[in-house]
Structures are given as C-alpha cells and as structure tokens.
C-alpha cells in the first residue's frame, strides 16, 4: 500500500505501509521467519491508509483533497477523519454503497438530461478522457463544505458508471472535482513510471525488513527524479548567461547540472516535507507473495 502526493510540481510516492492477510499475520511460523515485529498486528487497508494520512498530517504535508479507490471510500473513519481536519475529498464507491437508505444507483434513476455535463478528467494516451458527470448535494458536511455523490457515466456505454462520495469546500465547481477524481489516472502512469525507472517492483525480499529497505529505496529514487524533472522543466529564475571556461574535452561549455537546482533549497532553509517513516526492525525471510497494491492519494491544492 501507498500514500501518494500530487502537485503542479510533480508527483511522488510520500509513504508505505506493507499489507498482511490475517491468516498470513496470524501464523507464528511464518511470522518468525520474515521477522515481522511482535507488536504488527493484523490491521485493516483503510486503517494502514488512514494511519498514512496522519503520519501526513503530523509531518505537516501541505495537502487539501485525498483521492482513492473504493477500499477507502467506503470506510466511514476516513471520511469523518478528512472532514474533522477540514480536506477535501473525492473517493470512489461501489454502486453497493448506500446513501441514507438507498443505493447511489437509486439516487440518478430519475436524474434529469440536463443534470449531466460533458467534462475531461485529465489528458490520456489517447487524449482527453471524456465522460458525463453529474452531482448530486447530500447533507453532512462540515462547516463551510459540501458533501455531493458524484457519477461518471461512460459516453459509448451509458450503463458503465463509477460513484464517488466528496467533501469540498463551499462554491467548489463540478469542473474542480472531476479534475480531483482525474488524478488518480496520474498516479496509475507514476506506478509504471516507478516499476520501470526505478524498479519498485523489482524484488524477490523475503523479509519484512527487506521489503521496507527496497521499496523506501526505490520511493526516495522516484522523489528525486520528480525533483530532478522540476529543475530540467524550469524551475529556477532565467539568470544572466555568463562565460564559462571551455571544458576539458573541448567543448565550449558544460552541460548544466540538474542537481543544482536542489541544493537551492538547502540553502534558503526550506525543504519539502516528507513523511517521516519508522526504521523497521531486523528481519529474514517471507514465503508468501505481497497482496494486491491499494493507493491513496493526497493533492495540495
């Protein structure tokens, strides 16, 4: 599981939280030997996510919304957590999820032509991903916010929909949360984008401890080519050009060196906070494949 930042700066994987099934937490033999802690228990994917999001939060990560799939959207604690500290929120739903005594799906049974707008929720491969959207305002929120069901219908197959719960602040556009929702396409490309830079998939660990070490590796190799991307695309203020000496090789100048532009933060006492991770204790081996990833996604702004 992972904890993901989106921003116009870039994208980054912030936290990670390793997944274990009950019967594999419950199982002593195999807990002995990958040396997972006493004290891991069993805990659900929303509470390891929810326990991201404060790590977060605690760390003073600046973020106003949290995306995620339908494990997270249907887990009322996120949702009362995200409203008590006063985020944003667009987070999928099952069409089994109900909303006072009805299924979301009853709620746009009779939802008029005109309620639906055609929007993109962000460029893909093949261009903008459009489909229609509608919203409908529930009661709920806290002060100064909206809570609304938000529906994606599918243009070629009207019957094909995906329903979010939102939270966000009064006057927000339908235009804003369906770029809200669209990031999490954002965060699909950031995993290919890791599994195949900096290889976060790229283990055969058999030990707590060696997962840990692998993916924070991997995670902190990704932040860096995030920074590194920031400073290529212009990140800094145009500077005089000045002469340089020719180089060694005889060429008439050096290639500019990317890194530079994050020893520039070092210097004006300001950096990115990241969330602060636990070194995880000694460990040996696991013979069980990892669960299935899950994701939650937090944005600035």
Known sequence: MFLGYASQHG???IDRALYLPKEWAEDADRRREARVPADIAFTTKPKQG????????AAGVP???????????ADHAIRRWAERHRRGYVLAVTSGQRLGLRPVTAWIKKLPKKEWQRLSAGEG???PRFYDWACLPYNGAAPGFQCALLVRRSIVKPTEQTFYLTHAPEGTTLANLVRIAGTRWSFESLFEQAKGEVGLDHYEVRSWVGW???ITLAMLALAYLAALRKAAAGGCRPRKPRRRPAAAHGARGQAPALASGLDATSQTGRRSALVSMAPPTPAARTPR?????HRLHATPT
């Open 63 to 73: 973020f106003s919304w949290i995306t995620g799939d339908s494990v997270y959207g």
């Open 125 to 127: 491969a093949k261009g």
């Open 11 to 13: 994208h980054a994987l």
């Open 289 to 293: 494949s990892l669960a299935p990833t």
């Open 212 to 214: 840990h070490r692998h």
């Open 50 to 57: 929810l326990a991201m999001l404060e790590r977060a939060r």
